[in-house]
C-alpha cells in the first residue's frame, strides 16, 4: 500500500504541484478552493479526494513513463524473441516481472516519498501542494540520473528553451528525454542479449546446409541449445542482475 502511493504522489506531480492550479477562489457545493495573500492554495478535502480519484486513471501512464518498467519490459521481451520463444514466458509473466522488478528498483525513491511527502501530509505537517513538491525531488533526480545530458538537450530546443542546470528541466521536457533513453537503453541491451543466441542459429544454419538438410528448420534444431546455453549460465539471474546494476543499485 505504501508503495502504491507513492507512485501515485509522484506521479500527480504533472498534474498539480509544479504550477498554480485553480488560480481563482471556487466556490461549489461540497467543494471550496482558497488562494492566500501569499499565493498559496488550500483546497477542501473532498476536492483533493476528488483529484486523487481521478488520478488513479493515470497510474498506468504514470508507472510507464516515470519508472524503470519500461526499460525492463522491452529488455525481457527482446529476450524470448532470441530464444526464440514467440510465447514463452507468456506476457503476463513478463509484465508481472517487470512490475515488481519495477518496485524493487524504485524503492528507495518510494521510501523518500513517502517518508517526505506522504506520511506528513497524512499527519498534516504540510499542505497537499508542499506535498507534491517534496515528491518531485527524488523523483526528478531518478529520472535525471537515468536521462542522457543529450535528449534533454533535443527536447530543451524542441521546446524553444535552455537550461543551466538540470534542475532547471520542467517535467514536460523530463518526461519525454527519459523515455527515449529508457528505449535507448534497452534497445542497447537487447542488442548485446541477442548476439549469442545468433551466433547459434547460424552455426546450426550452417551445419544443416552443410549436411544437406534443407527442409529442416534451423529455429527447430537450434532452440534447445539456446535453452540449454541459457539455463547453465543462469541467464535469470544475470539478467535481473544486469537490469538492476544498470540503474545504479547494487553495483
Do not use: C
Not at 498506468?60 to 526499460?71: D, E, G, H, V
Not at 530546443?157 to 535552455?162: D, L
Not at 541477442?194 to 537450434?222: E, N, R, W
Amino acid at each position: 500500500m505504501k508503495i502504491f502511493l507513492g507512485v501515485l504522489l509522484a506521479g500527480l506531480v504533472l498534474i498539480w504541484g509544479s504550477e498554480p492550479a485553480l488560480a481563482r477562489d471556487l466556490t461549489l457545493n461540497a467543494v471550496t478552493v482558497t488562494t492566500a495573500a501569499d499565493g498559496s492554495q488550500e483546497y477542501s478535502l473532498t476536492l483533493q479526494v476528488l483529484l486523487l480519484m481521478t488520478a488513479l486513471s493515470f497510474l498506468p501512464a504514470i508507472l510507464i513513463m516515470m519508472t524503470s518498467f519500461t526499460r525492463i519490459v522491452v529488455v525481457l521481451a527482446i529476450l524470448r524473441q532470441a530464444l526464440g520463444l514467440q510465447t514463452t514466458p507468456s506476457n503476463q509473466i513478463i509484465v508481472g516481472i517487470a512490475l515488481f522488478l519495477s518496485f524493487f528498483i524504485m524503492s528507495p525513491v518510494l521510501d523518500e516519498i513517502n517518508d517526505k511527502a506522504l506520511q506528513p501530509y497524512m499527519n498534516e505537517e504540510i499542505t497537499a501542494p508542499q506535498a507534491f513538491e517534496n515528491a518531485k525531488i527524488p523523483m526528478k533526480k531518478f529520472m535525471l540520473s537515468q536521462t542522457r545530458p543529450h535528449d534533454i538537450g533535443v527536447f530543451a530546443e524542441f521546446a524553444g528553451e535552455v537550461y543551466e542546470t538540470k534542475d532547471q528541466v520542467p517535467m514536460k521536457v523530463l518526461i519525454p528525454a527519459f523515455m527515449v533513453s529508457e528505449l535507448k537503453t534497452a534497445f542497447q541491451m537487447g542488442f548485446m542479449l541477442f548476439l549469442p543466441f545468433l551466433v547459434i542459429d547460424l552455426v546450426v544454419a550452417s551445419i544443416l546446409m552443410a549436411m544437406g538438410m534443407m527442409m529442416l528448420s534451423p529455429m527447430i534444431v537450434s532452440l534447445p541449445f539456446k535453452i540449454m546455453l541459457f539455463v547453465l549460465v543462469d541467464g535469470w539471474s544475470l539478467i535481473m542482475g544486469s537490469l538492476v546494476t544498470s540503474f545504479g543499485l547494487g553495483g
